[in-house]
Nanobody, 119 residues
């Protein structure tokens, strides 16, 4: 059974930092592109960041470039999202998602972790 479990969410002050983690199990982790998405109340889920299996390629939404950094540890089956300089528009439920490298759609999603930013 495949599981993606996010952790690390919580309350952070504006301008502060937080690191989210996503633990993957039940899949051949290196075969999957890993993404982070987020969904704020009343808004659609939006793409945040992507990392390929070898970390040779990362992609970011324009709104987070320079502030958020995605990384992965294939030996530990972990994906991370380091969030710096958090802004009032960053609060959301953050989800990790796994996509097999040869597929267009996502195969697995985590349950999400809530990030709240106080001003």
């Amino acid at each position: 059974q495949v599981q993606l479990v996010e952790s690390g969410g919580g309350l952070v002050q504006a301008g502060g930092s937080r690191r989210l983690s996503c633990a993957a199990s039940g899949l051949t982790f290196s075969n999957y592109i890993m993404d982070w998405f987020r969904q704020a109340p009343g808004k659609e889920r939006e793409f945040v960041a992507r990392v390929t299996w070898s970390e040779t390629s990362t992609t970011y939404a324009d709104s987070v470039k320079g502030r958020l950094t995605i990384s992965r540890d294939n030996a530990k089956n972990m994906v991370y999202l380091q969030m710096n300089s958090l802004k009032p528009e960053d609060p959301a439920v953050y989800y990790c998602a796994a996509k097999f490298v040869f597929r267009d759609s996502y195969d697995y999603w985590g349950q999400g972790t809530q990030v709240t930013v106080s001003s």
